[in-house]
């Protein structure tokens, strides 16, 4: 089949390699020069496991191609993906002007019939508004459809390929016919292409995300509520998640959720009740919650040393909101750096992949980096872990205590037993867990 994907940002050059992986003509399209010179010098924007293999290999069989040519992406393919930036304005809600003005434009270039497909993640409705739109338009035939992606960074080419549903919203046999072709080969397993109304499953995407965000809050509460009474949450964590009604993922305790998604989605499902007259409570408190939970790993450090950390130095492993991805957006380092710095600190960071991230959108930001994690430690006063990436997991304690002025750690995302920690010697703060300190030993 022929595709054509608006937009390789994240979404959108994952579906246009692994649509291309699985034999399909692919043509990707994108406004930005700098971007596009990139691609077509076969340069990955973007660091996501196991995508640059995919992407060199398609780009040199021929099946992925760019272009910055609406024109040509139009004439091009029978299936024209729209994967825009959907971004939160301030009142919360998504900003749509990019998914529309480029429908608009497809409208102005169709010669023939041509299925439009929402990859973006998008409110309520916005099928409708895209059909109403294009109709202004154009009188050539067309259908829109909603297919919202549910890629987690990190692992978006293995959810890709292996997807444990695809969700597809629409009202015409013809699209559904189409659908079903395109994603027989990442169904073959038997995981299914669930068929919905065009409403139902734009309000999926919303409703998944800020379920696993309330899951992840929930945990940060009981986390919270741990300190207090003397329990254990990681005790609790194991104890809650082997009931399969519940389910053992989205339960780990931490300093809250970041990324591209959940903030701005559980954002704009707020909004989108508030705008139809519903008081959607539970969702004004997950954004509370996790607010407050960005700043407990600094409230533990000011408990420790004073709220004035003038003269301080503090290292800090984890730019990334999560692993294994460079994306800083919403990341929870941004709320500890900045709270560091207003209280006087000087923070020196170190992450796998982030950092280049952090000095392009964030070039004022006070903090000096690491060439490498142990580098990070030098004359601080104490080690602060913030992302979990593998390599933190098992590091080398005495090197760590060798560089801080003294041994002491507070850990964000809970990544080692606290009576090993005391063992090594360490004064070890974690999130809902018995605090230990071994610096007598």
């Given at each position: 089949m022929k595709i054509s994907v608006i937009g390789t940002g994240y979404v959108g050059l994952v579906t246009g390699v692994c649509f291309a992986e699985v034999g399909n003509q692919v043509l990707c399209i994108d406004n930005d020069p700098e971007k596009l010179a990139s691609l077509k010098a076969g340069q990955v924007p973007i660091y996501e496991p196991g995508l640059e293999p995919l992407f060199e290999r398609n780009v040199r069989e021929g099946r992925l191609q760019f272009s910055d040519s609406l024109t040509e992406a139009v004439a091009f393919s029978e299936i024209i993906f729209l994967a825009l930036p959907t971004p939160p304005m301030e009142d919360?809600?998504?900003?749509?002007?990019?998914?529309?003005?480029?429908?608009?434009?497809?409208?102005?270039?169709?010669?023939?019939?041509?299925?439009?497909?929402?990859?973006?993640?998008?409110?309520?409705?916005t099928a409708d508004k895209v059909s109403e739109l294009m109709s202004k338009n154009t009188l050539v035939a067309f259908d829109v459809a909603s297919n919202p992606e549910?890629?987690?960074?990190?692992?978006?080419?293995?959810?890709?390929?292996?997807?444990?549903?695809?969700v597809v919203g629409t009202s015409s046999d013809r699209v559904r016919t189409v659908m079903e072709r395109l994603y027989k080969p990442?169904?073959?397993?038997?995981?299914p292409v669930v068929f919905m109304d065009e409403r139902s499953s734009e309000l999926t995407k919303y409703a998944a995300n800020a379920l696993l965000a309330t899951k992840i809050t929930f945990m940060n509460e009981v986390a919270n509520l741990c300190e207090r009474v003397g329990a254990n949450v990681d005790l609790v964590r194991r104890g809650v998640g082997t009931d399969t009604r519940i389910g053992s993922r989205f339960l780990f305790a931490g300093?809250?959720?970041?990324?591209?998604?959940?903030?701005?989605?559980?954002?704009?499902l707020h909004f989108t009740a508030a705008q139809n007259g519903y008081n959607f409570e539970?969702?004004?408190?997950?954004?509370?919650?996790?607010?407050?939970?960005?700043?407990?790993?600094?409230?533990?450090?000011?408990?420790?040393?004073?709220?004035?950390?003038?003269?301080?130095?503090?290292?800090?492993?984890?730019?990334?909101?999560?692993?294994?991805?460079?994306?800083?957006?919403?990341a929870p380092s941004l709320t500890v750096i900045q709270e560091l710095n207003a209280a006087g600190a000087t923070v020196v960071a170190f992450d796998p992949e982030a950092m280049a991230s952090l000095r392009k959108y964030h070039p004022d930001l006070k903090v000096e980096l690491a060439d490498n994690p142990y580098d990070a430690l030098k004359d601080a006063d104490a080690l602060l872990i913030?992302?979990?990436?593998?390599?933190?997991?098992?590091?080398?304690?005495?090197?760590i205590r060798e560089g801080l002025k003294a041994p002491i750690i507070f850990d964000g995302r809970n990544l080692y037993e606290p009576f090993h920690l005391e063992e090594q010697?360490?004064?070890?703060?974690?999130?809902?867990?018995?605090t230990v300190d071994g610096r007598d030993k």
């Open positions: 919360g809600s998504a900003d749509l002007q990019y998914v529309l003005k480029v429908a608009g434009e497809i409208a102005g270039l169709m010669k023939e019939y041509r299925i439009i497909v929402n990859k973006s993640t998008v409110p309520v409705g549910f890629l987690r960074e990190g692992v978006a080419v293995e959810d890709f390929m292996k997807p444990d549903r695809v990442f169904t073959m397993s038997g995981n300093v809250g959720y970041g990324g591209s998604c959940f903030p701005k989605d559980v954002q704009a539970i969702l004004a408190s997950v954004m509370d919650v996790n607010t407050r939970q960005k700043q407990r790993l600094t409230q533990k450090v000011q408990a420790f040393f004073g709220d004035n950390l003038s003269g301080k130095r503090f290292a800090l492993w984890g730019i990334a909101f999560k692993p294994n991805t460079d994306d800083i957006r919403e913030v992302t979990e990436w593998n390599e933190f997991r098992t590091p080398e304690f005495q090197r010697g360490f004064y070890y703060e974690s999130i809902g867990r018995p």
